[in-house]
């Protein structure tokens, strides 16, 4: 079980943000200029049980922006709408060992690793492009919205202060576009990737968003199915071998949860069939993944036995 006889799970979550929030080790993203200007001292915990046991600490109801973590929820979406055959003939699903905005594609198949880096995100959203047209924005944010429970939106300053700033994804698009990954265009399917990026969530809408997928699609609280299955399954896998970037390795070790990061400095945690888990804490490390998420992951992985090999 996720939560040992006798602990609640509230009870481990509070623990858990009292004993790793006094690190402030890490700093704020700033490559994209409206990132920098967050509090970087927000802290929360949340988390969503299958059940429906809903518990929250800390700056749990704080908004931010949802950047990387959307690659997840995207690539289930693009493998409904577009079909897993398509969706494979385009981007991998092999870890890449590379930073998330590496500029670098599989060398057997000219395609991008992964859809959890920003090449093979990119190209996820341009499938929706593909398929959905103008409509994809819509389709994505009621998607999402119908995981997190309520109606989400697009933060207008973060999405254009990317957008103005984006040369590197940019350069990453037109790659994609002349290797043949990539067919909706670069300025239509960036104006989706950055919108996507800039969607506003709290620990709380991201635990619900957990639980949906740990829920095989179905939101636990509402009863309102946001994802298709099988797309969650296949999902999860990504999430579990790449969704920490070029920490994906260590991350399996020793959290052992299927998972995905972002640099707004939320990650969202999902154990399978039992729970939806999200941090957020925006100063990141190195690898562009939130300091106190990791340390309170890690700490609730030990304290909850959530790793997915633990024997008992
Ligand atoms: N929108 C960001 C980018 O493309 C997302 C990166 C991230 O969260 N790792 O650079």
Redesign the pocket.
């Known amino acids: 079980p996720a939560v040992p006889a006798g602990y609640g799970l509230e009870t481990v979550v509070r623990h858990t943000y009292e004993r790793t929030r006094t690190d402030t080790s890490g700093a704020l993203a700033d490559y994209?200029p409206e990132l920098a200007l967050v509090d970087p001292d927000r802290f929360g915990i949340a988390a969503v049980s299958v059940e429906g046991e809903v518990v929250s600490v800390g700056d749990a109801d704080v908004a931010f922006t949802i950047?990387?973590i959307s690659k997840a929820f995207a690539f289930c979406l693009a493998l409904e709408v577009a079909g897993r055959e398509k969706v494979l003939s385009r981007v991998g699903v092999e870890p890449s060992g590379d930073a998330?905005?590496a500029i670098v594609f599989d060398a057997e198949t000219n395609r991008p690793f992964n859809p959890m880096v920003?090449a093979g995100a990119i190209t996820v959203s341009g499938l929706l492009v593909e398929h959905l047209g103008a409509d994809a924005l819509d389709f994505v944010l009621d998607r999402f919205s119908a995981a997190a429970g309520r109606r989400l939106v697009v933060d207008e300053a973060v999405f254009r202060s990317?957008a103005e700033t984006a040369h590197r994804?940019r350069g990453i698009a037109h790659l994609l576009t002349s290797a043949g990954a990539l067919t909706a265009g670069v300025d239509a399917t960036l104006d989706l990737y950055?919108r996507q990026?800039s969607i506003l969530v709290t620990a709380g809408d991201l635990a619900r968003m957990g639980a949906t997928l740990a829920n095989i699609g179905e939101n636990p609280l509402t009863g309102t199915t946001a994802f298709a299955v099988d797309a969650v399954r296949s999902t999860l896998a990504v999430m579990f071998t790449c969704g920490m970037y070029n920490f994906a390795g260590n991350w399996a070790f020793d959290v052992g949860v299927p998972a995905k990061s972002?640099?707004?400095g939320g990650i969202l945690g999902v154990v399978n069939r039992q729970l939806g888990i999200a941090t957020y804490s925006p100063r990141l490390d190195g690898r562009?993944n939130s300091v106190r998420g990791i340390a309170a992951f890690r700490e609730l992985a030990e304290e909850l036995g959530l790793h997915l090999f633990d024997p008992t």
Do not use: D, K, Y
């Open positions: 994209i950047q990387s998330f905005n920003n990317e994804n950055f990026c972002g640099v707004g562009g």
